[in-house]
Each structure stands twice: as structure tokens, then as C-alpha cells.
Nanobody, 113 residues
Framework: VQLVQSGAELRNPGASVKVSCKAS????????INWVRQAPGQGLEWMGR????????EYAQNLQGRVTFTADTSTSTAYVDLRSLRSEDTAVYYC???????WGQGTQVTVSS
């Protein structure tokens, strides 16, 4: 099992960012994908999850309205789209399998003017 994420991003406040997570080594639609982030000096924050089989999503309450998860089953890739970025969104973003056995390598998102 391997999860490979897209590269680092730098955005201005108010912009949007989309991070990808390409899965391999298993049947993509068999397991949901968690999204987790870690801000500098902070612990891990669960952002939500997506079930690639039916596109069903669950979002952390503090992010609802600003975040969207999608999954492309043709490429076995999950995406997180975060809008109206704030400096507090600066973090390393991770995708992970349901039991957190496997993680992507992380994507640094920096929000700064």
C-alpha cells in the first residue's frame, strides 16, 4: 500500500488549495481515506474522510463550508480542496488509510502574504 501526495503549496490568504493523494497497492474503493493536518507546534487534527466507493464524506465541524473532499476512482486519487485560506491553515496535510496503518508523505501548505 502506498499513498503519494502532491508537492508543497504556498498561497495568499483568501485563496484556495487542492492537495492530491494517489493510492496504490490495494483496491481504492474498498477503504475510505482520512485527511489529517498538523500545524506547526500542534498535534494532529482530523479533517474528515471520504469513501471513494460512493463519494460519501464526513467533515470536521470547524472546517465545514471551507473544505471539500473528492475522489477520482479512475486514477485512484483522493483530493482535499480548502478555500478561503487563513494563516491558521498553514500545516502539513496528510492522507491516511482508515486505521492509520498507511500515510501519505505529507504536503506542506503555507498561507502567507
Amino acid at each position: 500500500v502506498q499513498l503519494v501526495q502532491s508537492g508543497a503549496e504556498l498561497r495568499n490568504p483568501g485563496a484556495s488549495v487542492k492537495v492530491s493523494c494517489k493510492a496504490s497497492g490495494y483496491t481504492f474503493t474498498n477503504y475510505y481515506i482520512n485527511w489529517v493536518r498538523q500545524a506547526p507546534g500542534q498535534g494532529l487534527e482530523w479533517m474528515g474522510r471520504i469513501d471513494p466507493e460512493d463519494g460519501g464524506t464526513e467533515y470536521a465541524q470547524n472546517l465545514q463550508g471551507r473544505v471539500t473532499f473528492t475522489a477520482d476512482t479512475s486514477t485512484s486519487t483522493a483530493y482535499v480542496d480548502l478555500r478561503s485560506l487563513r494563516s491558521e491553515d498553514t500545516a502539513v496535510y496528510y492522507c491516511a488509510t482508515p486505521s492509520y496503518d498507511f500515510w501519505g508523505q505529507g504536503t506542506q501548505v503555507t498561507v502567507s502574504s
